[in-house]
């Protein structure tokens, strides 16, 4: 009743089903927008986004790091639930997947960009057909993907596990690929479901001249390389938003945007080899200090072991970032875009990945039992249209051995912290504070 009901109000009939298309960054900090006026950098088109969509301001990535957060949103579970407890996981064979629940409603369904929810797959192979893991094997009609990275210059991606070789910006390479999937499916009246998923703008950095020139002199060139990523990101969705105009269907598409974790520190960490063998890692570091301020961040860490920390701060001040249990780990810009049935405006209310399968289900008429029974997200479609009061169901949080809730719209993560983790380590590796290294 609550997708007739939602249908019904913004005017488009309950037969008409609406395109979905979701958009995820890689490592975007929640500050890194035109809109939430971040220093240097303009996003033009996801600040138009923001203007005429609704701007979620306490969005919730479901863990802060990239593989739980991506099984959370094709599950709508706690990444504990998925098999996708860390980083490189994959997730669980069993899972009830929202690329299939759109599917078996008649859409077709595409992936493009970073998977990352299969284990390392063979080396020299971006995704293979033989993982079990890869999106054919959950839900998606069709793919071009890859297990993980892929920046500015050649690279390879995999059609439905056939690589195939790219030249250019990886952001606007997917994205363009993923407009032409759309309007093939437009010929054939079928409405599509298309997750893009970014491989930007995750570290190391590899922007364009053209778009990493305004910054140069005012921060050096790894934060400048990150900045043009985001630009480039935010040129594809330009690009995107144009194309759905241009197709004739951006009235009926929702667009939705985030990220997967929060952004990379401002901190340089250092990591080197003791005199016995044992890989160490010195944070906090200043080790951009002592080396050439021209490097690329990926010279700078292969010749010098020193992962630069990046400038602007990319939370915003929030506390922690990437990899951290606090807001600055999990909160993330986010943007839904639906002209047919979102009237511009912002939201406070917390809200989260594990939430985006429920409410897909009641905007697009998929099928309840669609999602596992046992779920942790919660349907806010109706945040589409008013502020609730109060998250009456907490949002959980875990990851590191520690766990968190949040509950009441006017709780963050400060103020609701039940555990925390220790901080993330390897057996093979000593983490050394700044102040005690010699």
Same mark, same amino acid.
């Given at each position: 009743?609550?997708?007739?009901?939602?249908? =019904? =109000?913004?005017?488009?009939?309950?037969?008409?089903?609406?395109?979905?298309?979701?958009?995820?960054? $890689?490592?975007?900090?929640?500050?890194?927008?035109?809109?939430?006026?971040?220093?240097?950098?303009?996003?033009?088109?996801?600040? @138009?986004?923001?203007?005429?969509?609704?701007?979620?301001?306490?969005?919730?990535? =479901?863990?802060?790091?990239?593989?739980?957060?991506?099984?959370?949103?094709?599950?709508?579970?706690?990444?504990?639930? #998925?098999? =996708?407890?860390?980083?490189?996981?994959?997730?669980?064979?069993?899972?009830?997947?929202?690329?299939?629940?759109?599917?078996?409603?008649?859409?077709?369904?595409?992936?493009?960009?970073?998977?990352?929810?299969?284990?390392?797959?063979?080396?020299?192979?971006?995704?293979?057909?033989?993982?079990?893991?890869?999106?054919?094997?959950?839900?998606?009609?069709?793919?071009?993907?890859?297990?993980?990275?892929?920046?500015?210059?050649?690279?390879?991606?995999?059609?439905?596990?056939?690589? @195939?070789?790219?030249?250019?910006?990886?952001?606007?390479?997917?994205?363009?690929?993923?407009?032409?999937?759309?309007?093939?499916?437009?010929?054939?009246?079928?409405?599509?479901?298309?997750?893009?998923?970014?491989?930007?703008?995750?570290?190391?950095?590899?922007?364009?001249?053209?778009?990493? @020139?305004?910054?140069?002199?005012?921060?050096?060139?790894?934060?400048?390389?990150?900045?043009?990523?985001?630009?480039?990101?935010?040129?594809?969705?330009?690009?995107?938003?144009?194309?759905?105009?241009?197709?004739?269907?951006?009235?009926?598409?929702?667009?939705?945007?985030?990220?997967?974790?929060?952004?990379?520190?401002?901190?340089?960490?250092?990591?080197? @080899?003791?005199?016995?063998?044992?890989?160490?890692?010195?944070?906090?570091?200043?080790?951009?200090?002592?080396?050439?301020?021209?490097? #690329?961040?990926?010279?700078?860490?292969?010749?010098?072991?020193?992962?630069?920390?990046?400038?602007? $701060?990319?939370?915003?001040?929030?506390?922690?970032?990437?990899?951290?249990?606090?807001?600055?780990?999990?909160?993330?810009?986010?943007?839904?875009?639906?002209?047919?049935?979102?009237?511009?405006?912002?939201?406070?209310?917390?809200?989260?990945?594990?939430?985006?399968?429920?409410?897909?289900?009641?905007?697009?008429?998929?099928?309840?039992?669609?999602?596992?029974?046992?779920?942790?997200?919660?349907?806010?479609?109706?945040?589409?249209?008013?502020?609730?009061?109060?998250?009456?169901?907490?949002?959980?949080?875990?990851?590191?051995?520690?766990?968190?809730?949040?509950?009441?719209?006017?709780? #963050?993560? #400060?103020?609701?912290?039940?555990?925390?983790?220790?901080?993330?380590?390897?057996?093979?590796?000593?983490?050394?504070?700044?102040?005690?290294?010699?």
């Amino acid at each position: 009743m609550l997708a007739l009901t939602i249908l =019904a =109000a913004s005017g488009v009939s309950a037969d008409t089903k609406p395109n979905v298309i979701l958009l995820m960054a $890689d490592d975007m900090g929640w500050a890194q927008t035109g809109y939430y006026g971040y220093p240097l950098m303009k996003t033009p088109n996801l600040d @138009e986004m923001a203007s005429s969509g609704l701007r979620m301001d306490r969005f919730y990535a =479901a863990a802060p790091s990239c593989t739980p957060t991506r099984a959370s949103v094709l599950t709508g579970r706690s990444n504990d639930r #998925t098999g =996708a407890f860390r980083v490189g996981h994959s997730i669980n064979k069993q899972e009830k997947m929202l690329s299939t629940a759109f599917r078996d409603a008649g859409y077709a369904t595409a992936h493009f960009g970073k998977w990352h929810l299969n284990q390392v797959g063979p080396k020299g192979h971006p995704l293979s057909a033989d993982d079990p893991h890869n999106p054919g094997q959950l839900g998606f009609d069709y793919w071009l993907s890859a297990t993980s990275g892929f920046d500015l210059g050649e690279f390879e991606l995999s059609r439905n596990g056939k690589r @195939e070789q790219f030249h250019g910006d990886g952001s606007q390479v997917i994205v363009t690929e993923a407009v032409k999937y759309i309007g093939n499916q437009v010929a054939k009246k079928k409405p599509v479901f298309v997750v893009i998923w970014y491989s930007a703008p995750h570290g190391p950095w590899t922007a364009s001249d053209e778009d990493i @020139e305004p910054y140069l002199g005012k921060v050096d060139r790894t934060s400048a390389n990150m900045l043009g990523e985001i630009v480039a990101i935010d040129r594809s969705i330009g690009y995107l938003r144009q194309s759905l105009q241009d197709l004739g269907i951006a009235d009926n598409t929702l667009v939705w945007f985030t990220s997967d974790n929060g952004g990379t520190p401002d901190t340089d960490t250092l990591v080197r @080899e003791s005199p016995e063998g044992e890989r160490q890692v010195i944070y906090p570091s200043s080790c951009s200090d002592e080396i050439d301020p021209n490097l #690329t961040s990926l010279e700078a860490r292969t010749l010098h072991g020193c992962y630069r920390g990046v400038d602007p $701060d990319s939370t915003g001040h929030l506390r922690g970032f990437k990899k951290d249990f606090y807001e600055g780990g999990l909160r993330e810009p986010t943007i839904v875009e639906w002209p047919a049935g979102i009237k511009p405006r912002v939201s406070n209310f917390p809200s989260g990945t594990v939430d985006i399968f429920p409410i897909l289900i009641d905007v697009a008429g998929l099928s309840p039992d669609s999602i596992n029974k046992v779920h942790d997200g919660i349907s806010l479609a109706g945040v589409f249209k008013h502020e609730p009061v109060r998250r009456e169901q907490p949002l959980g949080f875990r990851a590191s051995n520690g766990w968190i809730t949040i509950g009441k719209s006017s709780e #963050t993560l #400060t103020t609701r912290m039940k555990m925390l983790s220790p901080p993330m380590s390897c057996s093979t590796s000593s983490v050394i504070p700044a102040n005690s290294r010699t």
